[in-house]
């Protein structure tokens, strides 16, 4: 008998631990399970924001002062490309709750092309939309296709140490003659039309090429200057030197009628545009963009060292 309660007792000892074994299993398993979700639900909110999925322009805000930042050298895919800062005034005109706008630029220049874009865009978006008013803010320097953009603004803000100006066109290049002759190396170039090799760095520079790559510069030069005193029009103070390339602070440039007043980005939205509120309307490329760009980059590079001969490079600067 006494036998029996003893294994009775033991049996119901190791019932009772056992069922407290499965239910601390399932106590971890379901603390398991809450925890993989917050880390899960942390990692989705993340990735949301790194993609740009809560960043919407939906005409939301109140009235405010909007930006759009042109920052770094104008190029074609880059952050300071025409699709990017058209893309940014674009949104920033239709938002219900703009009361003005302000370009804020840093850049040194870049492709005719490109700031060409970007100034018909903005005189086309002014047209569309007459009671907005566009201002460019200058940071640090704003010069040549900078600037070329920045004539197409209603007016022109620069701090007195801004760098403006530089009102030219270059077209650089290296030449490697003499230094292939010293190492014997023979260039050979086959081509099929005259002047297929247009510049080409390693063959003695040609003449007539050299004449007609001056010439384009002219062209391009000329259309420059036009969109300068169009876009500046009588308070442009014409000087010998104010298109040979030369650049001016920003107090020397206001005197000189290139820019209008001393004024920065919380100024003119505060004082001048009296929205104090300023929303951020430029571009940000996520991560999957940047991985896809870099991938394109990267493939876009190996393309050239397999098989580029040479490259000429026309910019405002």
């Given at each position: 008998?006494?036998?029996?309660?003893?294994?009775?007792?033991?049996?119901?000892?190791?019932?009772?631990i056992?069922?407290?074994?499965?239910?601390?299993?399932?106590?971890?398993?379901?603390?398991?399970?809450?925890?993989?979700?917050?880390?899960?639900?942390?990692?989705?909110?993340?990735?949301?924001?790194?993609?740009?999925?809560?960043?919407?322009?939906?005409?939301?805000?109140?009235?405010?002062?909007?930006?759009?930042?042109?920052?770094?050298?104008?190029?074609?895919?880059?952050?300071?490309?025409a699709?990017?800062?058209?893309?940014?005034?674009?949104?920033?005109?239709?938002?219900?709750?703009?009361?003005?706008?302000?370009?804020?630029?840093?850049?040194?220049?870049?492709?005719?092309?490109?700031?060409?874009?970007?100034?018909?865009?903005?005189?086309?978006?002014?047209?569309?939309?007459?009671?907005?008013?566009?201002?460019?803010?200058?940071?640090?320097?704003c010069?040549?296709g900078?600037?070329?953009?920045?004539?197409?603004?209603?007016?022109?803000?620069?701090?007195?140490?801004?760098?403006?100006?530089?009102?030219?066109?270059?077209?650089?290049?290296?030449?490697f003659?003499g230094t292939?002759?010293?190492?014997?190396v023979?260039?050979?170039?086959?081509?099929?039309?005259?002047?297929?090799?247009?510049?080409?760095?390693?063959?003695?520079?040609?003449?007539?090429?050299?004449?007609?790559?001056?010439?384009m510069?002219?062209?391009?030069?000329?259309?420059?200057?036009?969109?300068?005193?169009?876009?500046?029009?009588?308070?442009l103070?014409?000087?010998?030197?104010?298109?040979?390339?030369?650049?001016?602070?920003?107090?020397?440039?206001?005197?000189?009628?290139?820019?209008?007043?001393?004024?920065s980005?919380e100024?003119?939205a505060?004082?001048?545009?009296?929205?104090?509120?300023?929303?951020d309307?430029?571009?940000?490329?996520?991560?999957?963009?940047?991985?896809?760009?870099?991938l394109?980059?990267?493939?876009?590079?190996?393309?050239?060292?397999?098989?580029?001969?040479?490259?000429i490079?026309?910019?405002?600067?």
């Amino acid at each position: 008998m006494a036998d029996e309660n003893s294994s009775g007792w033991e049996r119901a000892v190791l019932e009772k631990i056992a069922l407290a074994g499965v239910t601390e299993q399932r106590r971890a398993r379901r603390w398991g399970i809450f925890f993989k979700f917050l880390i899960f639900t942390y990692l989705f909110v993340v990735l949301a924001i790194a993609m740009g999925w809560f960043h919407k322009k939906d005409g939301s805000h109140g009235k405010h002062t909007a930006l759009v930042e042109l920052n770094g050298v104008i190029a074609s895919g880059t952050a300071a490309s025409a699709d990017a800062v058209m893309q940014g005034l674009a949104d920033a005109f239709k938002d219900k709750g703009t009361q003005g706008i302000i370009l804020r630029i840093n850049s040194p220049g870049g492709s005719p092309v490109q700031s060409g874009y970007i100034n018909d865009e903005i005189k086309r978006l002014r047209v569309k939309y007459p009671d907005i008013p566009l201002y460019a803010v200058v940071e640090d320097v704003c010069a040549s296709g900078g600037y070329y953009v920045a004539v197409a603004a209603d007016r022109i803000y620069v701090n007195k140490a801004s760098m403006i100006g530089s009102i030219g066109v270059l077209m650089n290049g290296f030449g490697f003659t003499g230094t292939m002759e010293k190492l014997g190396v023979e260039r050979r170039l086959l081509a099929a039309g005259a002047n297929k090799g247009f510049l080409d760095p390693f063959s003695p520079l040609n003449d007539e090429q050299k004449d007609h790559a001056k010439q384009m510069l002219t062209e391009i030069h000329d259309q420059f200057i036009d969109v300068v005193r169009k876009g500046r029009g009588k308070r442009l103070k014409e000087t010998p030197d104010m298109f040979s390339g030369l650049v001016w602070v920003g107090q020397k440039s206001i005197e000189l009628g290139l820019a209008d007043a001393i004024g920065s980005t919380e100024q003119v939205a505060r004082d001048v545009i009296k929205a104090e509120d300023i929303v951020d309307f430029t571009p940000r490329e996520n991560v999957a963009e940047r991985f896809a760009k870099r991938l394109g980059a990267s493939a876009a590079e190996s393309l050239v060292k397999l098989g580029a001969s040479g490259v000429i490079n026309l910019q405002l600067r």
